[in-house]
Protein backbone atom coordinates (compact mmCIF):
# COMPACT_ATOMS: atom_id res chain seq x y z
CA UNK A 1 0.00 0.00 0.00
CA UNK A 2 1.53 3.33 -0.83
CA UNK A 3 1.69 6.21 1.35
CA UNK A 4 -0.99 7.76 -0.34
CA UNK A 5 -3.54 4.82 -0.26
CA UNK A 6 -2.96 4.95 3.04
CA UNK A 7 -3.85 8.61 3.92
CA UNK A 8 -6.72 8.07 1.75
CA UNK A 9 -8.22 5.45 3.95
CA UNK A 10 -6.95 6.75 7.26
CA UNK A 11 -8.84 10.41 6.36
CA UNK A 12 -11.71 8.46 5.32
CA UNK A 13 -11.69 6.87 8.57
CA UNK A 14 -11.47 10.09 10.78
CA UNK A 15 -14.48 11.58 8.66
CA UNK A 16 -16.65 8.59 9.58
CA UNK A 17 -15.49 9.03 13.30
CA UNK A 18 -16.12 12.71 13.21
CA UNK A 19 -19.77 12.36 11.91
CA UNK A 20 -20.30 9.55 14.65
CA UNK A 21 -19.12 11.48 17.89
CA UNK A 22 -20.92 14.99 16.52
CA UNK A 23 -24.17 12.97 15.74
CA UNK A 24 -23.84 11.26 19.51
CA UNK A 25 -23.10 14.54 20.95
CA UNK A 26 -26.27 16.03 18.72
CA UNK A 27 -28.73 13.22 19.85
CA UNK A 28 -27.46 12.15 23.24
CA UNK A 29 -26.01 8.87 22.90
CA UNK A 30 -22.74 7.40 23.53
CA UNK A 31 -19.66 7.37 20.62
CA UNK A 32 -20.76 4.15 18.08
CA UNK A 33 -17.13 3.97 16.57
CA UNK A 34 -14.55 1.89 18.77
CA UNK A 35 -11.12 3.90 19.57
CA UNK A 36 -10.23 6.45 17.25
CA UNK A 37 -6.91 6.16 19.13
CA UNK A 38 -5.86 2.85 17.51
CA UNK A 39 -6.16 4.84 13.86
CA UNK A 40 -2.90 7.53 12.81
CA UNK A 41 -5.17 10.74 12.45
CA UNK A 42 -4.64 12.26 8.79
CA UNK A 43 -1.14 13.87 8.00
CA UNK A 44 -0.85 17.35 8.19
CA UNK A 45 1.24 17.10 4.91
CA UNK A 46 -0.65 18.65 1.85
CA UNK A 47 -1.76 16.53 -1.63
CA UNK A 48 1.31 17.44 -3.52
CA UNK A 49 3.60 16.28 -1.12
CA UNK A 50 2.28 12.63 -0.43
CA UNK A 51 4.41 10.09 -1.60
CA UNK A 52 3.26 7.60 -4.75
CA UNK A 53 5.73 4.50 -3.54
CA UNK A 54 6.04 2.57 0.14
CA UNK A 55 8.27 5.35 1.47
CA UNK A 56 7.26 8.36 3.78
CA UNK A 57 5.79 11.22 2.70
CA UNK A 58 6.68 14.59 4.34
CA UNK A 59 5.85 18.86 4.59
CA UNK A 60 8.65 21.07 3.84
CA UNK A 61 9.85 22.48 6.91
CA UNK A 62 8.36 25.94 7.77
CA UNK A 63 5.62 25.34 5.60
CA UNK A 64 1.99 24.92 7.07
CA UNK A 65 -0.11 22.54 5.16
CA UNK A 66 -4.09 23.29 4.45
CA UNK A 67 -4.50 20.39 5.85
CA UNK A 68 -3.52 20.88 9.33
CA UNK A 69 -6.45 22.57 10.94
CA UNK A 70 -8.48 19.20 9.79
CA UNK A 71 -5.27 17.03 11.94
CA UNK A 72 -5.88 19.58 14.84
CA UNK A 73 -9.54 19.84 14.78
CA UNK A 74 -9.35 15.49 14.82
CA UNK A 75 -7.49 15.72 18.29
CA UNK A 76 -10.33 18.04 19.33
CA UNK A 77 -12.93 15.07 17.96
CA UNK A 78 -10.71 12.48 20.09
CA UNK A 79 -11.40 14.97 23.44
CA UNK A 80 -14.99 15.31 22.51
CA UNK A 81 -15.29 11.14 22.20
CA UNK A 82 -13.62 10.70 25.48
CA UNK A 83 -16.07 13.60 26.89
CA UNK A 84 -19.30 11.52 25.68
CA UNK A 85 -17.96 8.31 26.84
CA UNK A 86 -16.77 9.09 30.58
CA UNK A 87 -18.25 11.80 31.63
CA UNK A 88 -22.26 11.49 30.27
CA UNK A 89 -22.16 7.49 29.40
CA UNK A 90 -22.51 4.98 32.15
CA UNK A 91 -23.30 1.27 31.43
CA UNK A 92 -25.59 1.04 34.25
CA UNK A 93 -28.58 3.28 33.55
CA UNK A 94 -30.39 2.68 36.57
CA UNK A 95 -27.67 3.79 38.89
CA UNK A 96 -27.73 7.23 39.80
CA UNK A 97 -24.29 6.84 41.62
CA UNK A 98 -22.90 6.02 38.26
CA UNK A 99 -23.90 9.43 37.15
CA UNK A 100 -22.96 11.58 39.94
CA UNK A 101 -20.23 13.93 38.82
CA UNK A 102 -18.43 13.92 42.33
CA UNK A 103 -17.57 10.03 42.32
CA UNK A 104 -13.93 9.45 42.06
CA UNK A 105 -13.94 7.75 38.91
CA UNK A 106 -15.41 10.49 37.39
CA UNK A 107 -13.10 13.18 38.87
CA UNK A 108 -10.15 11.28 37.78
CA UNK A 109 -11.02 10.81 33.95
CA UNK A 110 -12.38 14.78 34.32
CA UNK A 111 -8.64 15.41 35.47
CA UNK A 112 -7.07 13.84 32.91
CA UNK A 113 -9.18 15.01 30.19
CA UNK A 114 -9.01 18.62 31.43
CA UNK A 115 -5.21 17.58 30.97
CA UNK A 116 -5.35 16.27 27.11
CA UNK A 117 -6.66 19.67 26.36
CA UNK A 118 -4.13 21.74 27.91
CA UNK A 119 -1.77 19.51 26.34
CA UNK A 120 -3.22 20.26 23.10
CA UNK A 121 -3.44 23.79 23.75
CA UNK A 122 0.48 24.11 24.47
CA UNK A 123 1.28 21.42 21.03
CA UNK A 124 -0.58 24.16 19.11
CA UNK A 125 1.10 25.67 15.80
CA UNK A 126 1.68 29.00 15.82
CA UNK A 127 -0.62 30.02 13.36
CA UNK A 128 -3.26 28.98 15.23
CA UNK A 129 -1.96 29.32 18.74
CA UNK A 130 -4.58 31.92 20.74
CA UNK A 131 -2.11 32.41 23.45
CA UNK A 132 0.28 34.23 21.23
CA UNK A 133 -0.50 37.92 21.21
CA UNK A 134 2.06 38.95 19.73
CA UNK A 135 1.92 37.28 17.03
CA UNK A 136 -0.54 38.65 14.18
CA UNK A 137 -1.84 35.68 11.66
CA UNK A 138 -1.55 37.45 7.71
CA UNK A 139 -3.46 34.11 6.43
CA UNK A 140 -7.60 34.94 6.80
CA UNK A 141 -7.63 31.20 6.61
CA UNK A 142 -5.09 30.27 9.19
CA UNK A 143 -6.79 33.03 11.41
CA UNK A 144 -10.28 31.84 10.62
CA UNK A 145 -9.43 28.19 11.67
CA UNK A 146 -7.66 29.68 14.35
CA UNK A 147 -10.60 31.29 15.90
CA UNK A 148 -12.48 27.57 15.57
CA UNK A 149 -10.23 25.91 17.50
CA UNK A 150 -10.63 28.01 19.97
CA UNK A 151 -13.96 28.31 20.05
CA UNK A 152 -14.26 24.11 20.18
CA UNK A 153 -11.50 23.78 22.78
CA UNK A 154 -13.33 26.09 25.21
CA UNK A 155 -16.87 24.42 24.33
CA UNK A 156 -15.10 21.03 25.19
CA UNK A 157 -14.09 22.70 28.68
CA UNK A 158 -17.97 23.63 28.86
CA UNK A 159 -18.87 20.22 28.25
CA UNK A 160 -16.36 18.32 30.87
CA UNK A 161 -17.21 20.74 33.51
CA UNK A 162 -21.24 21.14 33.01
CA UNK A 163 -22.49 18.11 34.91
CA UNK A 164 -20.40 18.81 38.14
CA UNK A 165 -21.74 22.57 37.72
CA UNK A 166 -25.36 21.41 37.58
CA UNK A 167 -24.20 19.85 40.45
CA UNK A 168 -22.94 22.36 42.41
CA UNK A 169 -26.11 24.77 41.41
CA UNK A 170 -28.63 22.09 42.75
CA UNK A 171 -27.17 21.25 46.39
CA UNK A 172 -27.03 25.08 46.72
CA UNK A 173 -30.37 25.38 45.20
CA UNK A 174 -32.02 22.75 47.17
CA UNK A 175 -29.62 21.45 50.02
CA UNK A 176 -32.56 19.57 52.20
CA UNK A 177 -32.56 17.09 49.82
CA UNK A 178 -29.37 15.92 49.36
CA UNK A 179 -26.39 14.14 52.15
CA UNK A 180 -24.01 16.41 52.76
CA UNK A 181 -20.37 15.85 51.13
CA UNK A 182 -17.21 15.91 52.64
CA UNK A 183 -15.11 19.29 52.13
CA UNK A 184 -12.88 17.90 49.69
CA UNK A 185 -15.90 17.08 47.30
CA UNK A 186 -17.05 20.49 47.87
CA UNK A 187 -13.96 22.47 47.30
CA UNK A 188 -13.50 19.72 43.80
CA UNK A 189 -17.59 20.80 42.99
CA UNK A 190 -16.79 24.44 43.80
CA UNK A 191 -13.36 24.79 41.63
CA UNK A 192 -14.81 22.33 38.65
CA UNK A 193 -18.12 24.87 38.50
CA UNK A 194 -16.27 27.88 38.42
CA UNK A 195 -13.81 26.68 35.33
CA UNK A 196 -17.28 25.68 33.94
CA UNK A 197 -18.44 29.74 34.12
CA UNK A 198 -14.78 30.94 33.01
CA UNK A 199 -15.00 28.65 30.09
CA UNK A 200 -18.38 30.11 29.00
CA UNK A 201 -17.34 33.39 29.55
CA UNK A 202 -13.78 32.76 27.76
CA UNK A 203 -16.22 31.31 24.46
CA UNK A 204 -18.35 34.24 24.46
CA UNK A 205 -15.76 36.77 24.11
CA UNK A 206 -13.94 34.03 21.79
CA UNK A 207 -16.91 34.54 19.61
CA UNK A 208 -17.86 37.76 19.93
CA UNK A 209 -14.25 38.74 18.53
CA UNK A 210 -14.46 36.53 15.40
CA UNK A 211 -16.49 36.10 12.78
CA UNK A 212 -17.12 32.19 12.59
CA UNK A 213 -20.19 30.95 10.86
CA UNK A 214 -20.47 28.87 14.24
CA UNK A 215 -20.77 31.84 16.69
CA UNK A 216 -24.28 31.13 17.38
CA UNK A 217 -22.76 28.64 19.69
CA UNK A 218 -22.92 31.51 22.63
CA UNK A 219 -26.17 30.48 23.26
CA UNK A 220 -25.04 26.76 25.39
CA UNK A 221 -23.03 29.42 27.25
CA UNK A 222 -25.17 32.30 27.71
CA UNK A 223 -27.56 29.39 29.35
CA UNK A 224 -24.58 29.04 32.14
CA UNK A 225 -24.18 32.61 32.88
CA UNK A 226 -28.36 32.52 33.68
CA UNK A 227 -27.86 29.32 35.71
CA UNK A 228 -24.71 31.25 37.72
CA UNK A 229 -26.80 34.43 38.32
CA UNK A 230 -29.76 31.81 39.56
CA UNK A 231 -28.34 29.72 41.96
CA UNK A 232 -27.21 31.60 44.17
CA UNK A 233 -24.31 29.16 44.45
CA UNK A 234 -20.92 30.75 45.07
CA UNK A 235 -18.77 31.69 42.31
CA UNK A 236 -16.21 34.29 44.13
CA UNK A 237 -13.77 33.72 41.46
CA UNK A 238 -15.64 35.23 38.71
CA UNK A 239 -16.73 38.95 39.20
CA UNK A 240 -20.82 40.29 38.79
CA UNK A 241 -19.22 42.71 35.77
CA UNK A 242 -17.65 39.96 34.22
CA UNK A 243 -20.92 38.08 33.85
CA UNK A 244 -22.61 41.28 33.22
CA UNK A 245 -20.07 42.28 30.36
CA UNK A 246 -20.10 38.10 29.14
CA UNK A 247 -23.97 38.39 28.97
CA UNK A 248 -23.82 41.59 27.00
CA UNK A 249 -21.09 40.19 24.58
CA UNK A 250 -23.48 36.73 24.24
CA UNK A 251 -26.60 38.87 22.85
CA UNK A 252 -24.63 41.06 20.64
CA UNK A 253 -22.97 38.40 19.26
CA UNK A 254 -26.02 36.85 18.16
CA UNK A 255 -27.56 39.92 17.31
CA UNK A 256 -25.07 40.60 15.12
CA UNK A 257 -25.45 37.00 13.30
CA UNK A 258 -29.28 37.47 12.45
CA UNK A 259 -28.31 37.92 8.72
CA UNK A 260 -26.49 35.02 8.19
CA UNK A 261 -27.94 32.54 10.67
CA UNK A 262 -31.82 33.19 11.40
CA UNK A 263 -31.72 30.86 14.20
CA UNK A 264 -29.54 33.41 16.33
CA UNK A 265 -32.73 35.41 16.92
CA UNK A 266 -34.47 32.57 18.45
CA UNK A 267 -31.57 32.08 20.45
CA UNK A 268 -31.76 35.73 21.59
CA UNK A 269 -35.31 35.23 22.62
CA UNK A 270 -34.61 32.01 24.42
CA UNK A 271 -32.29 33.61 26.51
CA UNK A 272 -34.13 36.73 27.10
CA UNK A 273 -37.11 34.36 28.49
CA UNK A 274 -34.81 32.02 30.43
CA UNK A 275 -33.29 35.28 32.37
CA UNK A 276 -36.80 37.07 32.48
CA UNK A 277 -38.26 33.63 34.08
CA UNK A 278 -35.52 33.36 36.55
CA UNK A 279 -35.84 37.06 37.66
CA UNK A 280 -39.81 36.48 37.82
CA UNK A 281 -38.92 33.33 40.05
CA UNK A 282 -36.54 35.43 42.58
CA UNK A 283 -38.75 38.16 42.98
CA UNK A 284 -42.22 36.99 41.88
CA UNK A 285 -44.56 39.43 43.82
CA UNK A 286 -42.31 42.63 43.68
CA UNK A 287 -41.51 41.81 39.62
CA UNK A 288 -45.59 41.71 39.12
CA UNK A 289 -46.58 44.80 41.12
CA UNK A 290 -43.52 46.78 39.39
CA UNK A 291 -43.98 45.83 35.78
CA UNK A 292 -47.39 46.74 33.88
CA UNK A 293 -48.43 45.22 30.60
CA UNK A 294 -47.08 48.08 28.83
CA UNK A 295 -43.50 47.46 30.16
CA UNK A 296 -43.15 44.59 28.50
CA UNK A 297 -40.28 46.22 26.72
CA UNK A 298 -38.44 46.10 30.18
CA UNK A 299 -38.20 42.57 30.30
CA UNK A 300 -34.94 42.28 29.39
CA UNK A 301 -33.44 44.38 32.09
CA UNK A 302 -30.16 43.14 33.69
CA UNK A 303 -30.54 42.46 37.39
CA UNK A 304 -27.46 42.70 38.61
CA UNK A 305 -27.03 40.24 41.86
CA UNK A 306 -28.25 36.95 42.33
CA UNK A 307 -30.69 36.07 44.70
CA UNK A 308 -32.59 32.48 46.00
CA UNK A 309 -35.19 31.22 43.93
CA UNK A 310 -38.87 30.16 44.25
CA UNK A 311 -40.13 26.48 44.97
CA UNK A 312 -42.06 25.73 42.24
CA UNK A 313 -40.47 23.31 39.72
CA UNK A 314 -42.33 24.13 36.35
CA UNK A 315 -42.13 27.63 34.19
CA UNK A 316 -45.22 29.11 33.04
CA UNK A 317 -44.28 27.28 29.44
CA UNK A 318 -45.60 23.98 30.97
CA UNK A 319 -42.57 22.31 30.66
CA UNK A 320 -40.03 21.69 33.50
CA UNK A 321 -37.59 24.38 34.90
CA UNK A 322 -34.24 23.94 33.70
CA UNK A 323 -33.20 26.32 37.08
CA UNK A 324 -34.48 23.06 39.45
CA UNK A 325 -32.85 19.87 37.32
CA UNK A 326 -29.76 18.59 37.62
CA UNK A 327 -29.88 18.46 33.70
CA UNK A 328 -27.14 17.06 32.08
CA UNK A 329 -25.02 14.41 34.34
CA UNK A 330 -26.25 12.19 31.78
CA UNK A 331 -25.60 11.53 27.95
CA UNK A 332 -29.04 11.76 27.24
CA UNK A 333 -29.46 15.26 28.59
CA UNK A 334 -26.59 16.88 27.46
CA UNK A 335 -28.76 19.09 25.31
CA UNK A 336 -31.79 19.10 27.86
CA UNK A 337 -32.20 22.92 27.44
CA UNK A 338 -34.04 22.60 23.45
CA UNK A 339 -36.62 20.96 25.59
CA UNK A 340 -37.43 24.51 27.09
CA UNK A 341 -36.43 26.46 24.02
CA UNK A 342 -39.03 24.00 21.84
CA UNK A 343 -41.50 25.11 23.88
CA UNK A 344 -41.12 28.96 22.96
CA UNK A 345 -40.52 28.55 19.22
CA UNK A 346 -40.87 24.81 17.74
CA UNK A 347 -38.64 26.26 14.57
CA UNK A 348 -35.71 26.23 17.28
CA UNK A 349 -32.82 24.61 16.20
CA UNK A 350 -29.99 23.01 18.26
CA UNK A 351 -26.43 24.79 18.15
CA UNK A 352 -23.40 23.06 17.44
CA UNK A 353 -19.87 24.08 17.77
CA UNK A 354 -18.06 20.77 15.63
Same mark, same amino acid.
Given at each position: ???? +?? %????? @??? =???????? /? *??????????????????????????????????????????????????????????????????????????????????????????????? +?? %????? @??? =???????? /? *????????????????????????????????????????????????????????????????????????????????????????????????????????????????? /????????????????????????????????????????????????????????????????????????????????????????????????????????
Amino acid at each position: MTAL +EQ %EIRWR @AWC =ACVQMDVI /I *SMTMGRPPMTPDHSRVPLPSPIDDKYLSLDKQGSQQPEGTISTNQFWHENMKLIGILWKVLLKIYHSEDDSSDEEHSPSRGKNSKDVMEIDKALE +EF %EASLP @AVF =AWKLPNIT /I *SNRTFRRQSNVLHARYLHLKLLLYRPTFSVYCSATMSPSDQAQPGFWSILYRQNAALRCVQAACDLIHSLSKATTEDATGAWCAGIILVLTESSGADFSGITPMQLEDSWNEC /IETLNRMIGVHPSARDYCIALDELRHSAKLSRRPDQYRVSQAPSDAAGQDEINQGPGSLMQPDHTDFGVPDPFFQNWDTDIGDIMLPAQFLQSLDEDILLPHLF
